[in-house]
């Protein structure tokens, strides 16, 4: 089992940037692919990025391609979510998500960290 815990989250004006860190706990962080999801009001849960268990490899959603970067640092136990040029619609609870395997639910989730854009 690992356990995961979101930071970074705050108040920001539209344009402006953020850095969200997720840090793991428990089994071996590198087993993990990590994602990154978020949850807006009224709306469902939706995928932002992700990234395979050596960092080689990152997938983002058409919103977030060219604004957000996804890395993990494996000495840390962390991941990270930069998140640039941002938006009043990227406002979100913004959630890490942990698994072991491609093709499978996430299976772990942190608690989440608020981010809110204003315009």
């Known amino acids: 089992q690992v356990e995961l815990v979101e930071s970074g989250g705050g108040l920001v004006q539209a344009g402006g940037s953020l850095r969200l860190s997720c840090a793991a706990s428990?089994?071996?962080?590198?087993?993990?692919?990590m994602g990154w999801f978020r949850q807006a009001p009224g709306k469902e849960r939706e995928f932002v990025a992700s990234i395979t268990r050596s960092g080689g490899i990152k997938y983002y959603s058409d919103s977030a391609k060219g604004r957000f970067t996804i890395s993990r640092d494996i000495a840390k136990n962390t991941v990270y979510l930069e998140m640039n040029s941002l938006r009043a619609e990227d406002t979100a609870i913004y959630y890490c998500a942990a698994k072991t395997r491609t093709g499978i639910p996430y299976d772990y989730w942190g608690q989440g960290t608020q981010v809110t854009v204003s315009s």
């Open positions: 428990g089994r071996t962080f590198s087993w993990y692919i």
